[in-house]
């Protein structure tokens, strides 16, 4: 596990085992979930469940085959006086989204089957919130092992 600071973002990874032989690299992971956090973004994009809506459907939005994106399907709920909590699913990725625009911080988890992909979500919903600083914590999810190993 390694990290390194880079524009205010940083990243811990967690790898997947090697393959069967040696030398092998292939991946023998379900997915890829990104633990991500937040900080010093703008009051206002984090405060509004609507918003939210949007940047999430935006974010997990991909290709329908037919040149546009499909957005993902969204769901948001809006807290009073203010923080929204929202959830994204599609087939590139399934988001979780938990604002504090008091701290001006959100924290997010993006799951997906490619690292790509999860990647590709993360650019997104960065460059909708506008967070001076991120954190990323890399796991990958459902690592397959054989029943000796365990």
């Given at each position: 596990m390694g990290a390194s600071l880079t524009a205010g973002l940083s990243v811990n990874h967690m790898a997947c085992s090697q393959g069967d032989y040696p030398g092998e690299q292939r991946e023998q992971c379900l997915g890829t979930h990104l633990l991500v956090e937040l900080w010093?973004?703008?009051?206002?994009?984090?405060?509004?469940?609507?918003?939210?809506?949007?940047?999430?459907?935006?974010?997990?939005?991909?290709?329908?085959?037919?040149?546009?994106?499909?957005?993902?399907?969204?769901?948001?709920?809006?807290?009073?006086?203010?923080?929204?909590?929202?959830?994204?699913?599609?087939?590139?990725?399934?988001?979780?989204?938990?604002?504090w625009p008091e701290n001006r911080y959100a924290a997010v988890d993006i799951f997906s089957h490619g690292r790509d992909d999860a990647y590709l979500v993360l650019e997104r919903m960065k460059e909708a919130?506008?967070?001076?600083?991120?954190?990323?914590?890399?796991m990958k999810r459902g690592q397959l092992l054989d029943m000796e190993d365990t």
């Open positions: 010093s973004a703008p009051f206002p994009k984090l405060a509004d469940a609507r918003q939210i809506q949007e940047i999430l459907g935006k974010a997990g939005a991909c290709d329908n085959g037919m040149g546009t994106d499909s957005p993902a399907e969204v769901r948001v709920h809006q807290f009073d006086p203010y923080g929204v909590s929202g959830t994204a699913s599609s087939p590139l990725a399934h988001i979780l989204i938990h604002t919130l506008c967070p001076e600083y991120v954190h990323v914590l890399e």
